[in-house]
């Protein structure tokens, strides 16, 4: 207890330097659980980038490249789904819903994706969180369109606005006579839906109807009013999010999908593909944790450096505690004891900075990243990480207690000129 007081007005008698050190631990502690929690966020956000959706069917290729094109937008299909197969699918008395996925065409560098009304209700993401129209509403009519929130903020579009819908991804041939027209805005949702145009399946139809292997046919223009009359049944489409009637069956129906006789296809569980792409893609949590762990170590290293610092100045302090009767162990149990507090001071002080800066930032990072960050205690893994901060705040204090230890009285007392 007389070293606990002895440490404490050490400390106070020191207030300005010890209260730098406080910051700089306090503000490399913050720092380090900040970045656990963006990363812990992050990878939340990317497993719930679609939920309750049971399986993802497509051509036959590779979970993570049905996963990559269907749901984040990046890549092409090997092959399409013939609208048949797809409607045979679907009637299958396991399945719940179906939602047909069109994909191939652009617009200005963002996907264009054919897809029914039914969509906008079924995808979900973070968890079972429904898709909302920050303005208008979803497509009713052949050329309306309704546009992700990245899309509509970076081009400028407001509700009413017309578009042209280039073809393929990166192509100067445009569809230009057949034009949309802005009907809604989604809200932002930090998934690839921002940056996403969508439309109906029968315009993807409508907009090829004179095309052929990529250009337009040689005196074929279909108006628009002529192709309103026509049949646009897809014949294929990209892909299909699945959602079936008891979880139980989730495995039996991926199996018949997979072993479908009429032609090859591949259903994905769409959780199982994002562990395994997160596991390609995560390699940079771990930089992040090396670069705040390394932060952390430097802030310490600088309390290290104070206590060497002042024990010049503490010397006579030293021989004083000595000649009172001060066993060597005391005097180092002393100065490891003021890093202790330090440290441990820093710590609360780091979580309250931290926490204070969620709550303020949390609704402006998801608003404009859809990164959603829960204000939840500490985690075990956490609570271990601001453990080992204070054992090693008192590690580092052990090279300068080893130098008070080999202080000797006499050099303490003797009066340097």
């Not at 579009?157 to 073809?167: E, K, N, P, Q, S």
Request: aromatic residues 8%; hydrophobic residues 50%.
């Amino acid at each position: 207890m007389i070293l606990l007081r002895l440490a404490f007005r050490s400390l106070l008698s020191r207030y300005v330097t010890v209260g730098l050190t406080i910051f700089a631990v306090a503000l490399s502690t913050a720092l380090f659980l900040g970045v656990e929690k963006v990363r812990t966020g992050a990878r939340a956000s990317f497993a719930d980038t679609i939920s309750s959706t049971d399986l993802i069917m497509g051509a036959r290729s590779g979970g993570v490249q049905l996963l990559l094109y269907s749901v984040f937008r990046i890549g092409n299909a090997t092959n399409n789904v013939s609208w048949d197969t797809f409607q045979e699918i679907a009637a299958r008395p396991e399945v719940a819903w179906a939602v047909p996925l069109s994909l191939g065409d652009s617009h200005r560098g963002f996907r264009v994706l054919g897809t029914t009304v039914d969509y906008f209700q079924r995808y979900k993401y973070r968890g079972g969180r429904a898709l909302a129209f920050a303005e208008g509403s979803q497509f009713s009519d052949l050329y309306d369109t309704v546009l992700g929130a990245d899309v509509a903020e970076r081009l400028g579009y407001r509700l009413g606005d017309h578009i042209v819908v280039a073809h393929g991804l990166a192509s100067f041939s445009e569809h230009a006579d057949k034009p949309f027209t802005v009907v809604g805005v989604l809200e932002k949702t930090g998934t690839p839906v921002d940056r996403t145009v969508f439309v109906s399946l029968e315009a993807i139809e409508a907009i090829h109807v004179d095309w052929q292997g990529g250009a337009q046919r040689p005196g074929a223009s279909a108006s628009q009013q002529d192709v309103r009359a026509m049949d646009l049944t897809p014949t294929a489409i990209t892909a299909a999010l699945i959602g079936v009637k008891s979880r139980i069956q989730v495995f039996a129906l991926q199996r018949a999908i997979n072993e479908f006789a009429k032609e090859p296809l591949l259903a994905v569980l769409p959780g199982v593909a994002l562990q395994e792409l997160w596991e390609i893609v995560g390699v940079a949590e771990t930089a992040l944790i090396g670069v705040s762990a390394i932060v952390v170590v430097t802030a310490l290293l600088g309390m290290a450096t104070m206590i060497f610092s002042s024990l010049n100045e503490r010397r006579r302090e030293m021989a004083i505690l000595r000649a009172v009767g001060a066993s060597p162990l005391a005097v180092v149990g002393l100065l490891m004891l003021e890093s202790v507090l330090i440290t441990a001071l820093a710590v609360v002080i780091g979580i309250g900075m931290l926490y204070a800066a969620l709550w303020i930032a949390r609704p402006l990072v998801d608003r404009a990243f859809g990164l959603y960050l829960p204000l939840t205690p500490p985690t075990a893994r956490e609570a271990c990480v601001l453990l080992a901060i204070v054992v090693l705040g008192a590690i580092v204090s052990l090279f300068p207690a080893a130098r008070a230890y080999r202080l000797s009285l006499a050099d303490g007392m003797t009066v340097r000129i």
